[in-house]
């Protein structure tokens, strides 16, 4: 899985602790999703959506593989 | 007006910061209460001589202390974010896994009249279980970064 968090937290200006701090996670939680290391509940990527003002398919998108 | 709601979020957003971290504090403080009357208690029963009512209420001691620590744990893992919760999650699969497949081999290495009760005792096996538990949230820290 894909996602566009990082291009996002920039065009705000945002570090990884102001957006965690926005959606009530860890920095270090935040860092495993932006890395693709752990892949968000629904609920986590809307609220990132949400704060972003895009959409979730904007901002997670599948591998080639389709994983 | 937009002010005071951005105070409100903001407010709301240390308070619940803040109640997560007392519960993950109340939860490491039972664990270190749940080890400060387990090691005395393993120590009375095994070197002094009560008669069974006194060594009944030592044995009973540490158990409400381990059960006060898991009622905390499971509290602080539902505040927990998502990330956390899959870390802990992992730790206490490894960990119970390696004890029941440490518990089997003693079990079938015990049919054979192979057995060592030095090192393999009910004792230690509680803490090879924390030991297990550990490994497991070192692997589950390092595979998520969290």
Known sequence: MKNTIKVERAKKNWTQADLAKHIGISRQGLNSIETGKFVPSTLLA???????????EALFQLDDSGM | MKCLLIFVVIKQLYVMERSKKTLNQQSIISALIYGATYLPA?????HQVFSQPVSIIIIIVPVIAFAIFIFKYIKAFSAMDEVKQRVQFEAV?????????????LFLLGLCGISNS???????????????????????RRKYGA
């Open chain 2, 118 to 140: 030095f090192w393999f005792g009910y004792g230690l096996v509680v803490s090879y279980c924390w030991f297990f538990y550990f490994i497991g949230w070192l692997i589950s």
């Open chain 2, 42 to 46: 393993t120590w009375l029963l095994k």
């Open chain 2, 93 to 105: 699969v490894i960990g119970f896994s390696l004890t029941a497949m440490l518990m089997m081999i």
């Open chain 1, 46 to 56: 809307l609220r990132m959506a949400k704060v972003f003002n895009t959409t979730v």
